[in-house]
Structure formats: structure tokens, C-alpha cells
């Protein structure tokens, strides 16, 4: 696959940061917003005191901290997120303090944009593909979490890689992928579910096993760090939250919480003044016309994504806390960075048509002179 093109989204990703930065604490945390403070808490629990129990790095007790902590099975104040992004971003905060979440934030958000080219250059030439790609990046809410610490863009990133693997045929590799992901967010274990159901619509129908027999290393580990955890190999730190009533200690699941209305879910999410899609994202609209020669040419994968995507968009149209974002859905970032692959044949189609009227032109000038 050449690489045409991988500079400049790499530059552009660099001043868009460059841009976020501008005039804003580095060094201090400011940009630790949120469920931040919780990842990075985890971090720092796992190089200092080389455990996930939290009670030590948190200040103020229940009081301050509650339902962003889990019980654990001995009684435990542990991360109520997925600890895999903490993980990885030991390095970073070992070399550079503070500073290296955002480091590693900005790292993620590169990783992100060039597998989304890369999935780009399936379909169209590197230049029409990182054009989309700064369109999805810079023209939507994405580009607001350069300053941040985010998990949703971590596991946004793990997906879309298991997502290029998938459509490379690279089935096992693209399981395995997905498979760490689930380590990542625990609704992406419906997406890899749903990707190995969709392979069996793709020839050959067999590649269904070897992304299954992938998916399993992650799921596997998943399971046994929620048994280490929490008791058992289906509880996660969303079943067992903590939370204050009276005063006393006691804990709540989230799987209580997708109890919204699915109406009132999906206008919220479209039309939210703060975290509505098109609100927040209105230059995602020039990718509609690309979905007509997606599902003509490549209707598997259009598929796949529109799967994928309307998967996520209904589930948190009924999840409670749809709207816990800074500034758009970021529930959603898997299907707006996907709408990439739309947008960059879109801008194929209006590039021909463009070159189509052009050389009608041409031919037409010597024609008229002749006359």
C-alpha cells in the first residue's frame, strides 16, 4: 500500500493539536476531564503501589469519588473503567509525568487517523483519502478530544484496526485486534460479536473461525481479570459501582441504565445543542453521498460499517448517560470516524465528475475554433 499521503494527515494532525494546546495547561492535568482522572488514577496506582486499589490515590473518600469506583471482591476500591489504556500509558507517565497522558492522548488520535486513512485507501487514491480524513477529523467533535485523556478514542483506535485487519482479510490478526479491544470497553465485545456474525454473509464463509479463534486470547483475558477482580468472569466494574445511600456503602450496575426511550435517545443524540452528532458535526452531511457506490461496489463492507454503526447509535439511544460528554457523542466516535470511508468516495465521485467536465471542455475549445 503506498504511503502517499500519511505526511501531510500527519502534519495536519500535529496542527490541530498544535491549535488545541494553544494557551492551555500541559503540565498541570487541566485537560483531565471527566472519567480522565480515573484512568490516570489507575496509572499511577499500578507504577507506585503496583495494584489497582484506588482507596490511597483518591482524595475526599466516597464522599468525592463515588460512582466512579468498583467494589472488588475483597472489598476493594478499584477502577470502575476497563484498566487497559492505564496499562499502556505507564511509559508515557513514567518519562514524562502528568504531561505524558496527554502525550499518549495525542498518540492515539494519530493511530486513529492514519488506520482510518489506511481503511480510506481501500477505495479511493491517498490524496481523496486523507482529504476525508481531515474532513472527519478536523470538520467534526473529534478534533476536541486532542485535549484530553480519552478512552473512547483508545478504543476507537483498537476497533478501526481490527476493522482494516477484517476487510484486509487478515481475519485472525482482525479478531485479535478486536479481542483486546473488549480489554478497552466492554461494548465492544458486541461489535466483535457482531463482525463474526457478519463474516458468515462474506466468502470464504470459514474465515468466521480463524477471527473467532483471535477473538478468544482477549475475551479470555477479560473474563479472568473480571473473575480476579469482581468474583466472576461476566462482572465488570459497571456491575458493581459504588455508591453512597444514607450515607452507608453499597453498589448499583449500569446495565440498569439502558432504560431511556428509544426515541428520546436518538433525537438527543442527532440534535443535542451540546453532544448532538449534527449539531456538533454538520460536515459529516457531505458524506452522504457516498453511500450509494459504497453499497453498489463494496456491499459487504458497507454493511459491515452501517452494522456497526447503527449497532452503537440504537444501544446508547437507550443508554441513560448518553449525554456525559464534553462536547459531542463520544459514545459515538467508532461510527463518525467511520464515515470517513463515505466521505472519501464522495469527494471520489465530485473529483471524476469535476475531471469529466473538464476534459469536455478541452475537447470542446479546438472543435469551436475550427469552425
Known amino acids: 500500500m503506498p504511503w502517499t499521503g500519511i505526511p501531510l494527515l500527519l502534519c495536519m494532525v500535529a496542527g490541530w493539536s498544535l491549535v488545541s494546546l494553544r494557551g492551555r495547561e500541559i503540565r498541570s492535568g487541566a485537560f483531565l476531564i471527566g472519567d480522565c482522572p480515573y484512568y490516570a488514577s489507575a496509572t499511577v496506582s499500578l507504577w507506585h503501589d503496583h495494584d489497582l486499589n484506588l482507596e490511597n490515590q483518591l482524595r475526599g473518600g466516597l464522599v468525592v469519588h463515588e460512582r466512579q469506583l468498583a467494589l472488588g471482591k475483597g472489598g476493594e476500591w478499584y477502577p470502575k473503567h476497563p484498566i487497559l489504556m492505564s496499562l499502556f500509558s505507564i511509559p508515557f507517565y513514567v518519562a514524562f509525568g502528568t504531561a505524558g497522558f496527554l502525550l499518549f492522548n495525542t498518540l492515539m488520535m494519530a493511530l486513529l487517523a492514519v488506520i482510518l486513512w489506511?481503511?480510506?485507501?481501500?477505495?479511493?487514491?491517498?490524496?481523496?483519502?486523507?482529504?476525508?480524513?481531515?474532513?472527519?477529523?478536523?470538520?467534526?467533535?473529534?478534533?476536541?478530544?486532542l485535549y484530553d485523556f480519552s478512552a473512547d478514542v483508545f478504543s476507537a483506535m483498537l476497533v478501526l484496526g481490527g476493522v482494516f485487519l477484517i476487510l484486509k482479510r487478515g481475519n485472525f490478526a482482525g479478531g485479535l485486534a478486536l479481542g483486546v479491544s473488549v480489554l478497552a470497553k466492554v461494548t465492544n465485545l458486541f461489535i466483535s460479536l457482531l463482525v463474526?456474525?457478519?463474516?458468515?454473509?462474506?466468502?470464504?464463509?470459514?474465515?468466521?473461525?480463524?477471527?473467532?479463534?483471535?477473538?478468544?486470547?482477549?475475551?479470555?483475558?477479560?473474563?479472568?481479570?473480571?473473575?480476579?477482580?469482581?468474583?466472576?468472569?461476566?462482572?465488570?466494574?459497571?456491575?458493581?459501582?459504588?455508591?453512597?445511600?444514607?450515607?452507608?456503602?453499597?453498589?448499583?450496575?449500569?446495565?440498569?441504565?439502558?432504560?431511556?426511550?428509544?426515541?428520546?435517545?436518538?433525537l438527543g443524540q442527532l440534535l443535542d445543542p451540546r453532544v448532538g452528532i449534527l449539531t456538533t458535526s454538520p460536515l459529516l452531511?457531505?458524506?452522504?453521498?457516498?453511500?450509494?457506490?459504497?453499497?453498489?461496489?463494496?456491499?459487504?463492507?458497507?454493511?459491515?460499517?452501517?452494522?456497526?454503526?447503527?449497532?452503537?447509535?440504537?444501544?446508547?439511544?437507550?443508554?441513560?448517560?448518553?449525554?456525559?460528554?464534553?462536547?459531542?457523542?463520544?459514545?459515538?466516535?467508532?461510527?463518525?470516524?467511520?464515515?470517513?470511508?463515505?466521505?472519501?468516495?464522495?469527494l471520489d465521485g465530485f473529483r471524476k465528475t469535476l475531471l469529466s467536465a473538464w476534459d469536455a471542455r478541452g475537447a470542446a475549445l479546438p472543435a469551436s475554433r475550427s469552425r
Open 118 to 145: 489506511a481503511i480510506c485507501r481501500l477505495y479511493v487514491s491517498p490524496g481523496t483519502a486523507t482529504a476525508a480524513v481531515a474532513l472527519v477529523v478536523g470538520g467534526s467533535f473529534l478534533r476536541a478530544y
Open 196 to 266: 463474526l456474525g457478519l463474516l458468515f454473509f462474506r466468502r470464504p464463509r470459514m474465515s468466521v473461525l480463524a477471527a473467532g479463534a483471535g477473538l478468544l486470547p482477549g475475551v479470555a483475558l477479560w473474563m479472568l481479570l473480571n473473575f480476579a477482580m469482581f468474583g466472576s468472569p461476566t462482572t465488570t466494574g459497571y456491575d458493581r459501582t459504588i455508591v453512597l445511600q444514607g450515607g452507608a456503602m453499597t453498589t448499583i450496575s449500569h446495565r440498569g441504565f439502558f432504560d431511556l426511550p428509544l426515541l428520546e435517545g436518538i
Open 285 to 346: 452531511l457531505l458524506a452522504l453521498p457516498g453511500l450509494v457506490p459504497l453499497f453498489r461496489r463494496h456491499r459487504w463492507d458497507g454493511l459491515l460499517f452501517l452494522g456497526i454503526s447503527e449497532f452503537l447509535f440504537l444501544l446508547f439511544s437507550t443508554y441513560h448517560w448518553w449525554f456525559t460528554s464534553r462536547y459531542g457523542p463520544r459514545f459515538l466516535m467508532v461510527p463518525v470516524a467511520l464515515t470517513a470511508v463515505p466521505m472519501a468516495l464522495a
